[in-house]
T-cell receptor, first 120, second 117 residues
Framework: GAVVSQHPSWVICKSGTSVKIECRSL??????MFWYRQFPKQSLMLMAT?????????EQGVEKDKFLINHASLTLSTLTVTSAHPEDSSFYIC????????????????FGAGTRLSVL | DQQVKQNSPSLSVQEGRISILNCDYT??????FLWYKKYPAEGPTFLIS?????DKNEDGRFTVFLNKSAKHLSLHIVPSQPGDSAVYFC????????????????FGPGTSLSVIP
């Protein structure tokens, strides 16, 4: 079964609104979670690293004020796309790192099912 | 500059035969490698990993081989089954990233595998 839950799986919103995506590790504690974006027929692009209890680390070119990340607990990280525009439409995927190896090997990233965001 | 390369965007294999997916990397700091499988509109699923201290790791039908001198790894699936049809991502990370309290996993562009019944 899934070890990382991502919600919602699909969201349609109007331009200018904000959308929150949740990522939960179900069977282990994750001090580190990651947020990726995938464009059609392209690879996963790391957007930011979410660290429990501290600020997220953003990759070059990713606007931190646009993509707000909160990692308030060891099992939950949220990504908020603020003032969404059509160019933000994409497939967003989170992952959680199993540092302690609760699910098997240590430091494996387990991925959520992804969120399809469509901004009208 | 792509640090993890998968030069074959697609691969077709007959059911029952061996599928070999290749991956090359450029950063000699990478010391941990992973393979993920992804279906459309879903998140990647972890398949198998290998540390740089090994040259082979096997898990059921999946075997990963690592050639450090060539900076090359491959995933073998045998026998291939139609349900294996998916995009396979090779990924790499470096231990030094972990020392900075977070690590990055760099993904290749993926290879789309089609297993023909």
């Amino acid at each position: 079964g899934a070890v990382v839950s991502q919600h919602p799986s699909w969201v349609i919103c109007k331009s200018g609104t904000s959308v929150k995506i949740e990522c939960r590790s179900l069977d282990f504690q994750a001090t580190t979670m990651f947020w990726y974006r995938q464009f059609p027929k392209q690879s996963l692009m790391l957007m930011a690293t979410s660290n429990e209890g501290s600020k997220a680390t953003y990759e070059q070119g990713v606007e931190k004020d646009k993509f707000l990340i909160n990692h308030a607990s060891l099992t939950l990280s949220t990504l908020t796309v603020t003032s969404a525009h059509p160019e933000d439409s994409s497939f967003y995927i989170c992952s959680a790192r199993d540092t302690a190896g609760a699910m098997g090997a240590k430091n494996i990233q387990y991925f959520g099912a992804g969120t399809r965001l469509s901004v009208l | 500059d792509q640090q993890v390369k998968q030069n074959s965007p697609s691969l077709s294999v007959q059911e029952g035969r061996i599928s070999i997916l290749n991956c090359d990397y450029t950063n000699s700091m990478f010391d941990y490698f992973l393979w993920y499988k992804k279906y459309p509109a879903e998140g990647p699923t972890f398949l198998i990993s290998i540390s740089s201290i090994k040259d082979k790791n096997e898990d059921g039908r999946f075997t990963v081989f690592l050639n450090k001198s060539a900076k090359h790894l491959s995933l073998h699936i045998v026998p291939s089954q139609p349900g294996d049809s998916a995009v396979y991502f090779c990924a790499a990370s470096a231990r030094w990233y972990m020392k900075t309290s977070y690590d990055k996993v760099i993904f290749g562009p993926g290879t789309s595998l089609s297993v023909i019944p």
